[in-house]
C-alpha cells in the first residue's frame, strides 16, 4: 500500500534551518507530483509547495509565504521529496505533511521559537 514517512522536524530559533525528508512507498514514485502541506494550530492545511512528476521536469512551485527561503527537491532513485527550510520564522510553526498520490504522511512538527 501507498505509505509516506516524513522525517527532520524539531525546535529551532528564528532565522534556523530545517530539512523535512518524506519516503515513499507502495506507487511509481517518479510518475508523481509530489507535495508538502502544513497545518498551524487553528488554522486550515495549507500547501506549501509542490514539485512535478520526473516526466514534467520536477518542477517546484511555492506558496507565497516561503518563496526564497524554501526548497523542494526529489530523488527519484531513493523515492524521497525532501523540503528545506531556511530562514524560519515562528508564522512557520505548524505540522508538516508529505502529500503525494492522494494520500498523506503522519505530519512532522516544526517549532520555531526563541
Known amino acids: 500500500q501507498v505509505q509516506l514517512v516524513e522525517s527532520g522536524g524539531g525546535l529551532v530559533q528564528p532565522g534556523g534551518s530545517l530539512r523535512l525528508s518524506c519516503v515513499a512507498s507502495?506507487?511509481?514514485?517518479?510518475?508523481?507530483?509530489m507535495s508538502w502541506y502544513r497545518q498551524a494550530p487553528g488554522k486550515e492545511r495549507e500547501l506549501v509547495a509542490t514539485?512535478?512528476?520526473?516526466?514534467?521536469?520536477?518542477?517546484?512551485s511555492y506558496a507565497k509565504s516561503v518563496k526564497g527561503r524554501f526548497t523542494i527537491s526529489r530523488d527519484n532513485a531513493k523515492n524521497t521529496v525532501d523540503l528545506q527550510m531556511n530562514n524560519l520564522q515562528p508564522l512557520d510553526t505548524a505540522v508538516y505533511y508529505c502529500?503525494?498520490?492522494?494520500?498523506w504522511g503522519q505530519g512532522t512538527q516544526v517549532t520555531v521559537s526563541s
Open positions: 514539485i512535478t512528476s520526473a516526466g514534467s521536469g520536477g518542477v517546484p
Open positions: 502529500q503525494g498520490r492522494t494520500s
Open positions: 507502495g506507487f511509481p514514485f517518479a510518475n508523481y507530483p
